[in-house]
């Protein structure tokens, strides 16, 4: 089980996610924020979390979402057509140009970014401060 991060911690990462957001949308992007995993609806295009987890397993993340019905399309080009479909490039164009462009502007806005380096998930970025 992984522990929970104190409150002052979480209280911390709750101010440094709210500042996070409104410099996103004040970059011209809608924000979604992930509560602990449970998200509204399906969001797509930036989502931002608070994990309460301690240590290097919390903190504020972000990332950006495609819609489900491309997801689910990726899928199922990869099953038909390989891994060299177009779909799954597109999807990978997406993905990794969006990435880019979020982390850019993290930076540009005064934020530590830097990429979680997670083979299972590697576009998620992880905001220190």
Known sequence: MIERASETELRIREQLARRVCDALEAAGFTVHQDQ????QGEPRGVLLSVDPGEGLEGGVFVW????????????ESVHQ???HGHTLQHYGFVTG???ATLLSVLKSA?????????????FVI???R
């Open 36 to 39: 602990e995993g449970r998200s």
């Open 126 to 128: 992880r905001v220190v």
């Open 81 to 83: 057509e390989g891994d």
């Open 110 to 122: 005064g934020f530590e970014a830097v990429d979680l380096d997670d083979d299972m998930d590697p």
């Open 97 to 99: 140009h969006m990435h």
């Open 64 to 75: 950006w979402s495609v819609a489900h019905a491309f997801a689910s399309a990726v899928m």
